[in-house]
């Protein structure tokens, strides 16, 4: 997975959406006896290590340090900075200089986080900037140990981390114009996230904190220096965006905002609800989120668009057959409403009229036209056009279809009589990329339907193309067109 360099810690993890539970030290270094590492009249303190059992914990995770680190030690009960470190070529080992000869047994040691000047404060900042060469020493990074004395008097230490750690990638789906960019993921929590927090050997001190805040801004650049979408690096990695979290029972939204590069007048939000959860210290959660807005598996909850794992909820794989949703596709129609559009709503497949998603700059062409169910004679949510109910049972379902030698083509129809559905394409269970945009629609209806001879749940929707518009069910696990059924069905 991704292997992102930062100032003592590059924390990556392999599993999205979820917890990594174990916490990892940094391993000992036991100064080489022949190497002498101590010069006269200073005394080296020494981190990490080198002997390969780093990736026997998780491969996918590793602590890094970064040129011109420095650590805190508790000399006698005055805290002392040290003047200089060298880095090993790999950065997995450090040593620490101190201008003194120092002899006790032992000693406590804090990291505060890059260029600190005070080991009593961790700051994470409200407003960050991302750029190459970033570190998440700088975003609130912290840790304590306690060195011990070597034989040939110098000291070892393994950092334990206290902070949590949130790493985030916004990956590109294909209805995205590849030129757009992200410029700015802004983390909103319900209890305050950032400001200057006290700091010890207990860790962070969230309960007096020096300019609170409850937002983090991730800044990412502008139409001329923004962060691309890349959603792997050239090792076929996730790209994830890292900052650290006070580790307490939180609720956090991130709320997305990107430009097309090519139409900076073209930009769009996009927000997305995590679950509540205890952040604990030393460890990482990781979240990848497609930018797919209006995909949702069935009846998912309306802060949970699909992101290519699948639906968290078990609303959509439990939910009985023929039931009526209660989440995002609760307002959607019925199969039967559904039935009286796709039968008596006089629907003519467009691939002329231009429309775009969230009103944006980048157009597509390709849709239907259907009448206002006001406009529709009989319309009527309790039984479709043929009598049935197809609430309670899908018998003669196949019947719900116009095909092309019935189906009409051509424009916008005259007056006011009709409404737009653009084809949007869907979305296949597990995936992120929208398939098909411009020549397929598929809309979910409020209304389960029943299990196929695979034991798969199924839901009804409204699907078309340009030969074709019908009543189908579907697995509820892939990503249809779902949200507010006003906005979409008139």
Not at 172 to 194: D, F, G, P, R
Not at 260 to 284: G, H
Request: hydrophobic fraction near 30%; charge should be neutral.
């Amino acid at each position: 997975m991704k292997t992102r360099l930062f100032t003592k810690s590059a924390i990556i993890m392999a599993t999205a959406f979820s917890l990594a539970s174990c916490s990892q030290e940094e391993e000992l270094l036991n100064p080489n006896p022949t190497d002498p590492t101590t010069k006269p009249g200073r005394t080296v303190f020494s981190a990490g290590g080198d002997n390969g059992t780093r990736t026997t914990m998780d491969k996918n995770r590793v602590y890094y340090w970064q040129y011109n680190d420095q650590i805190w030690v508790n000399d006698g009960g005055t805290w002392i900075k040290s003047s200089d470190s060298e880095m090993a070529p790999d950065n997995k080992t450090a040593n620490f200089y101190f201008d003194k000869v120092m002899t006790a047994n032992s000693y406590e040691v804090l990291y505060t986080g890059f260029n600190s000047n005070d080991p009593t404060k961790v700051t994470i900042p409200t407003i960050m900037q991302y750029g190459p060469g970033d570190r998440i020493g700088v975003r609130g990074d912290c840790g304590v140990a306690t060195a011990t004395r070597n034989a040939n008097g110098t000291y070892s230490f393994a950092l334990l981390h206290k902070g949590s750690y949130l790493g985030i990638a916004p990956l590109k789906v294909s209805y995205l114009n590849k030129q757009y960019a992200w410029t700015k993921m802004e983390i909103i929590s319900n209890k305050v996230i950032s400001g200057t927090y006290p700091f010890s050997s207990n860790g962070i001190d969230t309960t007096n904190v020096t300019s609170p805040s409850k937002r983090i801004t991730l800044m990412g650049g502008d139409a001329e220096h923004p962060t691309r979408f890349q959603n792997y690096d050239n090792n076929g990695n996730y790209n994830y965006f890292y900052t650290v979290i006070p580790p307490v029972y939180r609720q956090l939204d991130v709320k997305y905002s990107f430009v097309d590069l090519e139409n900076p007048a073209d930009t769009m939000t996009y927000t997305k609800r995590l679950q509540p959860r205890q952040w604990i210290e030393n460890n990482v959660v990781q979240f990848r989120h497609a930018v797919n807005p209006h995909f949702y598996s069935w009846d998912a909850p309306v802060t949970e668009p699909h992101d290519g794992i699948g639906n968290r909820s078990n609303h959509n794989a439990t939910a009985p057959v023929f039931t009526k949703a209660t989440n995002v596709c609760a307002t959607m129609p019925n199969p039967n409403e559904m039935a009286w559009y796709i039968l008596n709503g006089d629907p003519r497949w467009d691939d002329v009229t231009e429309w775009t998603i969230d009103g944006g700059a980048s157009y597509h062409t390709g849709g239907v036209w259907i009448k206002k169910k006001n406009f529709i004679t009989g319309f009527s949510e309790e039984v479709a056009p043929n009598g049935r109910d197809y609430r309670s049972s899908d018998i003669g379902i196949s019947a719900v279809r116009i095909n092309n030698d019935t189906y009409r083509t051509g424009g916008k129809p005259n007056g006011n009589q009709y409404f737009f559905l653009p084809a949007l394409g869907f979305i296949y269970t597990n995936n992120i990329d929208v398939v098909n945009m411009g020549t397929e629609g598929h809309y979910w209806s409020s209304y389960s339907s029943t299990i196929n001879s695979y034991e798969i749940p199924l839901a009804y929707n409204l699907g078309f193309d340009s030969n074709m518009i019908y009543l189908a069910h579907t697995v509820r696990s892939q990503a249809r067109v779902a949200g507010n059924g006003s906005d979409w069905f008139k």
